[in-house]
């Protein structure tokens, strides 16, 4: 069995003659908490469409549960949930009766599942109340049961907190990390909200105008986020020398283009200084680093990051 939930490779929609996505390739293993990442009009809601069978790519190769035989890909699509776009709820039903409909058409013997999945999302209560009289966060919420339903092993979320309020989005955080821990569920979600992704996903995947910029994992993201002194020295193997011999710390790394992160002395940018030069070493450069994850995600695609 595949360790990968999903592989895709080198997807490409085009849309009269534009590209919404570039060869775009993803891997989502299985138990990941996948944060999508772009702006409006970067390509995620069309990647999520063609995952979940809602479109198909002009090119590329889609697997899914570790096959890639269109056969077996529209069977995989049914181990899947997902709230794309605006789910399809039904304005003058009660919650229970839009999941009765839902368990009807995913053929899903008792109802039983009903209870138990408004209980999840905290619907419990709702009674006879009908959806239209429902707050944006409790349609969201009732989305979610939607996509719950099922039991999926594979959760696809576009942008599951609009309109919900900072402690619904503490609690649907909370909600997909217990799913996630306790019922091995592996998560794919967009959203703006890259704070709250930052809490939440183990993976990360940064789109921008159709092309996959980079996938790194959440201790990747962590280490390149990381508070350091970057240092630019002449002569960067000395420079290492000097820092671990005489000032005496091996939390540093070296890096491809020969600058050097340092993650001490954070608060003594002058012994460092002073040590680098009184060993013969020219500074080129020396500075305080480190972002977050709207910080990175704008640097990566070369401005500010507005949604």
């Known amino acids: 069995m595949s360790e990968y939930i999903l592989k895709a490779k080198n997807i490409t929609k085009t849309f009269k003659g534009d590209k919404a996505l570039d060869n775009v390739s993803m891997s989502i293993k299985k138990g990941d908490i996948y944060g999508f990442i772009g702006q409006n009009g970067a390509g995620k809601s069309t ?11 002009t090119n590329g190769q889609l697997e899914l549960f570790g096959s890639i035989k269109e056969s077996n890909i529209v069977e995989a699509q049914k181990r899947m949930g997902a709230i794309i776009e605006n789910p399809g709820l039904f304005p003058n039903m009660s919650a229970y009766d839009n999941l009765e409909v839902h368990r009807l058409q995913k053929g899903i013997p008792g109802r039983s599942c009903i209870d138990r999945t408004l209980k999840l999302v905290g619907l419990q209560d709702t009674a006879k109340k009908k959806v239209k009289h429902f707050s944006l966060g409790m349609k969201q919420r009732l989305g979610l049961a939607v996509a719950l339903l099922s039991d999926p092993e594979f959760l696809i979320l576009d942008e599951p907190t609009n309109g919900l309020d900072p402690m619904g989005i503490v609690e649907l955080r909370q909600l997909l990390k217990k799913l996630n821990r306790e019922k091995g569920i592996t998560v794919l979600i967009s959203s703006h909200i890259l704070s709250e992704l930052h809490q939440l996903a183990t993976n990360y995947g940064i789109i921008h105008k159709g092309k996959m910029l980079e996938e790194l994992s959440a201790k990747e993201l962590d280490e390149k986020c990381r508070q350091h002194l970057q240092i630019k020295v002449d002569q960067s193997t000395k420079g290492a020398i000097i820092i671990e011999e005489i000032l005496g710390t091996t939390d540093f790394e070296v890096m491809q283009d020969g600058k050097i992160k340092l ?11 002073q040590t680098l030069t009184e060993n013969g070493l020219i500074i080129e450069h020396l500075s305080q680093n480190g972002d977050n994850l709207e910080s990175y995600f704008s640097k990566l695609i070369g401005g500010v990051a507005n949604d």
Not at 47 to 57: A, E, K, N, Y
């Open 47 to 57: 990647m999520l469409r063609i995952i979940t069978g809602l479109s198909f790519p």
């Open 263 to 273: 993650y001490d002395y954070l608060d003594d940018v002058r012994t460092v200084s």
